[in-house]
């Protein structure tokens, strides 16, 4: 479109007058030529044409499209471009799966909250940590504090110091936070191959796809696709950015068996964990929904309410005429 | 009487009454709004929260 009536408008707009005498009043060429030629549809278009007005607003508007364009996809548009990385560089994009918590509505679902600390403690704690949760966290949401105070008796915590300055061990309790499978980071490296395994409290907000990606990823892993190598101690995800990962397939079907007599499918077994990793993520995820559901009915009556008052207030504003009642001339 | 002369004299006569009505009001919607929406919240929930399920862990221990 540009480029059609693109240099008709640039030769028009050539033999424009650049300077003028200054005691001519300076108005803009287009509405002089507009006034001039209303007489005719056909010369407001060519005056539209010609105007410079028009010039410079598609201009405008062709160089905010190519900035916009620009900045949306990263490159200029209509150029062709080589890249030397792979889309699998990026990692596959997980598909989106229909999580029991995804709705606006829905809480948890704390039976598969328990069956995934259980995968957690089982499978993930021999390498992760997960230092955000202690252990009173799960008291009233998988488990009750008997059972938490029983799991946390297991774990033996330095404390201290004493009275004679010293540092002492003693059983868990309630206000500990989970044990650590490594004590310092250097110790996870030196046992996993120089990968650090993440710690898991904030997984699931901490990366691209959240739930979905982490699923993904546990069940996800699969041969090597031909030509592509991958080293000695790595393993092939395709859900992992680059393709290579340190940590191996660790969820076999069977691995665990659940109390409540869940069949421990690989699926099973990766959806319950994530579910825990999303709660252990978000907390205060199901009252956060349900003061959701409070403010949302609260401020729309809000809303309602000062909308109706407005107009109803404006009312006679709104309806008013005014007369003018021109003062009767007295003079003759 | 209509309705508006009985709650003109019942409420807003006096500012005391008028003001002591507002509080309880506000005491009386806020106990009813929470309790309305747990309601709905728990039905929608049915069996996925901790208090549906605790029942079935309350006597493993102890």
């Known amino acids: ?120 403690r089982e499978v993930c704690a021999a390498c992760h940590s997960l230092d955000r ?22 774990v033996e915590y330095q404390d201290g110091p004493n009275d004679e300055g010293e540092m002492f061990t003693r059983t868990g309790k309630l206000a500990d936070y989970m044990p650590p499978p490594y004590a310092n980071e ?28 982490v699923f993904s990823l546990l069940t996800g892993y699969v041969d090597p696709p031909a030509g592509v190598e991958v080293r000695e101690g790595m393993n092939y995800n395709p859900f992992f950015p680059g393709g290579a990962i340190g940590m191996a397939r660790v969820l076999f079907d069977g691995l665990v068996e659940f109390e409540d007599g869940t069949p421990a499918t690989t699926s099973q077994m990766a959806k319950d964990v994530v579910t825990f990793l999303h709660w252990a993520a978000e907390p205060e995820h199901d009252e956060r929904k349900k003061n959701g559901i409070k403010a949302v009915i609260l401020f729309s009556v809000l809303t309602l309410a000062s909308l109706y008052v407005k107009r109803f207030k404006w009312t006679p504003i709104k309806n008013r005429k005014i007369f003018y009642d021109p003062p009767a001339d007295k003079t003759h | 009487m209509s309705i508006s002369t009985t709650l003109y004299n019942t409420v807003f006569r006096r500012n005391s009454v008028f003001v002591t009505t507002v509080f309880a009001g506000a005491f009386a919607f806020g106990i009813g709004f929470d309790t309305a929406v747990t309601t709905f919240y728990d039905r929608w ?3 996925k929260q901790w208090k549906d399920i605790r029942h079935k862990y309350a006597e493993s221990e102890e």
């Not at chain 1, 030769?11 to 650049?18: K, V």
């Not at chain 1, 966290?137 to 946390?152: I, Q, T």
């Not at chain 1, 110790?187 to 120089?194: I, K, L, P």
Request: glycine letters at 8%; aromatic letters at 10%; proline letters at 6%.
């Open chain 1, 1 to 120: 479109m540009l480029r059609r009536w693109g240099a008709g408008a640039l030769n028009r707009t050539a033999p424009l007058p650049l300077f003028r005498p200054k005691n001519v009043l300076r108005l803009p060429r287009a509405l002089a030529v507009r006034n001039a030629s209303t007489a005719s549809s056909s010369n407001a278009f060519e005056s539209f044409l010609n105007s410079r007005v028009t010039l410079v607003s598609v201009s405008l508007f062709t160089a905010g499209s190519v900035a916009w364009y620009t900045h949306l996809y990263g490159s200029l548009p209509f150029l062709p471009q080589v890249h030397a990385s792979l889309d699998s560089d990026e990692g596959l994009h997980p598909p989106a799966y229909p999580w029991s918590h995804m709705g606006l509505f829905d809480t948890f679902d704390h039976a598969s909250i328990r069956r995934g600390y259980q995968v957690y």
């Open chain 1, 133 to 154: 949760i202690a252990w009173r966290n799960l008291v009233g949401v998988s488990h009750n504090v008997d059972e938490v105070k029983a799991m946390a008796e297991e």
């Open chain 1, 186 to 213: 250097e110790a996870a490296r030196a046992g996993n191959a120089g990968a650090l395994p993440p710690d898991l409290s904030l997984i699931v907000k901490a990366r691209h796809g959240g739930a979905d990606y």
């Open chain 2, 45 to 47: 929930n049915r069996g």
